[in-house]
């Protein structure tokens, strides 16, 4: 569900809760707040409270600024990056979701390469990530109601050019999903690695990222603690699910997969595209892991991203420079 060594920070977590879990007996109040813990909880200066400019800036956007969303307490850093020069005017807006515990700094290579492409790169850093203040994560369900507001305030600000359309890595992945089913001004989605509901894969990652201690909580002590999670949250889990959000978006989604994907296997890919195969495409990327398929090396990813987003957001997609 995340990303290099936020990853891993995010399994050290989430073991401690399954540490303490196990020896509570499956305790949901012990692992039901681990689940849904934002990183910006345990990093000191983080959100608005780290007086250094974002890193996004030092990194070469073009704008940053803050959107309030939900209730107001919450708000969230959004960066955004112009097309290459060559474009009179971008071919399309994205918006750049990045995976749990990363930040959309770490999506900067994406987002230049939309940007290369002719688009409007829109990197944000969702609730209780990066510069972006929130009490807990919400699955996609919290998540897809704060990019909508992102979307108004691009509105607003005269930055939406063009269709819409969103591109995410694992947990952004799923969450853009959860967008293009609760927003219908997103036109086309590029999802890489999403996994289809929460109730399954939180186990799973619980179990695949913790080995032994993972397996020694119940499937009934995981869903006990969703629960308590989505108790904490404020959210029902059960809504926290992209196969119902790919029956209800008409927007094109792309699903691009590793074949050898450990941390959310090949085969929610698979179901995703079954939920809704009228206007959704697989794409199985042979050999390619969870962090494989996000840092691309053979460029496969960029290349299907590009296509798919020239086919469906582009009207008429012009070649660089004219």
């Given at each position: 569900m995340g990303s290099g060594p936020r990853c891993a920070r995010l399994a050290a977590g989430l073991a401690v809760?399954?540490?303490?879990g196990s020896v509570c007996g499956g305790c949901a109040s012990v692992l039901g707040p681990a689940i849904v813990c934002p990183p910006n909880r345990v990093v000191p200066l983080?959100?608005?409270?780290n007086p250094l400019p974002p890193l996004e800036s030092r990194a070469g956007i073009d704008r940053n600024f803050r959107v309030p969303v939900g209730d107001g307490k919450t708000s969230l850093s959004v960066s955004v990056l112009e097309p290459d020069k060559g474009y009179a005017e971008p071919k399309g807006t994205?918006?750049?979701i990045h995976g749990i515990y990363a930040r959309s700094f770490w999506m900067m290579r994406s987002a230049r390469m939309l940007a290369g492409a002719g688009y409007r790169a829109v990197l944000v850093d969702l609730r209780g990530h990066g510069r972006s203040s929130g009490e807990w994560l919400g699955y996609g369900v919290h998540e897809a109601k704060d990019l909508s507001a992102v979307i108004d305030e691009l509105e607003r600000r005269g930055l939406v050019t063009g269709k819409i359309g969103v591109f995410g890595v694992s947990y952004g992945a799923t969450t853009s999903i959860h967008l293009a089913g609760h927003d219908p001004r997103v036109a086309a989605v590029v999802a890489v690695a999403p996994f289809c509901n929460m109730r399954e894969e939180v186990p799973h990652f619980g179990r695949v990222m913790v080995p032994g201690v993972g397996w020694a909580i119940p499937e009934k002590g995981y869903q006990q603690a969703i629960d308590e999670a989505g108790r904490l949250g404020g959210f029902d889990p059960d809504r926290a699910?992209?196969?119902e959000a790919v029956r209800r978006t008409r927007a094109p989604v792309l699903i691009v997969h590793g074949t050898h994907d450990w941390v959310v296997p090949h085969e929610h890919g698979e179901r995703l595209e079954q939920a809704?195969?009228?206007h959704t495409?697989?794409?199985?990327?042979?050999?390619?892991?969870?962090?494989?398929?996000?840092?691309?090396?053979?460029?496969?990813?960029?290349?299907?991203?590009?296509?798919?987003?020239?086919?469906?957001?582009?009207a008429s997609p012009a070649a660089h420079g004219e």
């Open positions: 809760g399954l540490v303490l983080g959100a608005e409270s994205v918006l750049v699910s992209a196969l809704a195969p009228d495409k697989l794409v199985s990327v042979p050999w390619h892991g969870h962090i494989t398929a996000w840092l691309d090396p053979t460029g496969r990813v960029s290349r299907e991203t590009r296509a798919w987003f020239d086919r469906w957001l582009a």
